[in-house]
């Protein structure tokens, strides 16, 4: 079954509305939006035309070709692609989405089910691994931290089978406070683990401050639901040259240790290329304790996975791997569903993105955001008017930028991603204005 095809090819449009904040009064300014982009808003127009078939993630973000970074990486070849189920839109209209959250759902009378937590570091890549495992871009990625500020499930659905994906941060008081982050984030890791059927573990191999150890909040959360499964998944990888150092991570993110067995250096080149469990000697796992302050890795891992989580290759064989844990059971969402996000909080959510791409330090995370219109156009396009809400003068300035270009940029690109999100038209409108 193929995607619907879109019949306008408008993506942002006509008018953007910028506040510029003077000494003594605001004043209004109008700029043409097809004034600022010129020749991107023909290339965009034309994208935006085309009719989908499946996942659309952006495959040009990739430097390494088509080919799975693990593969590459380690010498395997890879796997005949298989057709990609057909990835359901999200509704525009948020009655419409709250009807299909309560829907009954359309399961079949062999059912199974997986409930998935996803946890690692901040800017790990679980956003990134999330949005490729749904087929579609659901969820903000930023190369700033903490670009998800809600916590929200993610659906696959697949034949009989129902994955579930929770994607809660991992952060301490300290950093809750200095990027004025909502307390719930500190507890909604806990939450989630208490109805985990499996817990996925994502390091950020390319991150040498980071890398050699999993934090203390994620290993405490760890111990505490010992009792769940779980899996370590080494993100990045096509970012290392050398294989010697995937080595020494692996060792020391699973003290040696893989599904109750010790590893050997040599198992790196037998192994499946998705799960690799290579390490050097280690010590036996029985002479430290689960609760020893000084542990700096897990050694209950079930599998490892070595991936990069923009390869759609390579994350096709976590997909596949999750598809089998799966364990009879009812599903909790019909089949249509893609995420337990309202369309309101998606649109901030991909804005927001867009405000930690494109603006610097903490000024982005001082930036709040309200939906002032939301409604369909004429034409069935969406049309969305945001007021983004600074406390400081420079704020307002360095967030119009020059002649009104990184407002215009952040509408640009937020208005493309939700064209992919909801298949629609999207005509959205961005101000900025002063908090007294």
Known sequence: MAAPSWRGARLVQSVLRVWQVGPHVARERVIPFSSLL???????????????????LASASRSNGQGSALDHFLGFSQPDSSVTPCVPAVSMNRDEQDVLLVHHPDMPENSRVLRVVLLGAPNAGKSTLSNQLLGRKVFPVSRKVHT???????????KETQILLDTPGIISPGKQKRHHLELSLLEDPWKSMESADLVVVLVDVSDKWTRNQLSPQLLRCLTKYSQIPSVLVMNKVDCLKQKSVLLELTAALTEGVVNGKKLKMRQAFHSHPGTHCPSPAVKDPNTQSVGNPQRIGWPHFKEIFMLSALSQEDVKTLKQYLLTQ?????????????TSQTPEEICANIIREKLLEHLPQEVPYNVQQKTAVWEEGPGGELVI???LLVPKESYVKLLIGPKGHVISQIAQEAGHDLMDIFLCDVDIRLSVKLLK
């Not at 020749?39 to 659309?56: D, H, I, K």
């Not at 799966?326 to 893609?338: M, R």
């Open 385 to 387: 008017q945001q007021k």
């Open 326 to 338: 799966a364990q009879p059971g009812p599903w909790e969402y019909h089949s249509a569903v893609l």
């Open 38 to 56: 010129g020749f991107q808003r023909r290339c965009v127009s034309c994208v935006a035309g085309s009719a989908f078939s499946g996942p659309r």
């Open 148 to 158: 998800t500020r809600c916590q929200a499930l993610g659906v696959i659905t697949e």
